[in-house]
């Protein structure tokens, strides 16, 4: 499977954006799905994640429910929605898929096997 991200940009503190991740060569049906973020100097850090059935999703503390992670399994694609975007937020995030069976490690980048290649994100002050 072959990912691609996209919907990144320069923001102001406070605004929104939505993130794509398209998916070709599979369906994303088959896959768990994740989102992680790495800003500069940083280590790759998870963000969300979402099962397989589309009924369970998950996210990182710092969220603290200002995004949202969805997917179109007719559009073969999943989106992690933002809004009220912080500056810390600044990095770029990439979505990843993953063909094994996760069960509690969602946040563990190793049970990822395809990724995308990451769209940036800036937030202004």
């Known amino acids: 499977v072959q990912l691609q991200a996209s919907g990144g940009g320069l923001v102001q503190e406070g605004g929104s954006l939505r993130l794509s991740c398209a998916s070709s060569?599979?369906?994303?049906?088959?896959?768990?799905l994740g989102w992680f973020r790495q800003a500069p100097g940083k280590e790759r850090e998870f963000v969300a994640h979402?099962?397989?059935?589309?009924?369970?999703?998950y996210y990182a503390d710092f969220v603290e429910g200002r995004f949202t992670i969805a997917k179109d399994n007719a559009k073969n694609t999943v989106y992690l929605q933002m809004s009220s975007l912080k500056p810390e937020d600044t990095a770029v995030y990439y979505c990843?898929?993953?063909?094994?069976?996760?069960?509690?490690?969602?946040?563990?980048?190793?049970?990822?096997?395809?990724w995308g290649q990451g769209t940036l994100v800036t937030v202004s002050s």
């Open positions: 990843a898929a993953s063909s094994y069976v996760i069960m509690s490690a969602i946040r563990d980048l190793r049970q990822y096997n395809h």
């Open positions: 060569g599979a369906t994303i049906s088959s896959f768990a």
């Open positions: 979402i099962r397989r059935s589309g009924g369970h999703t």
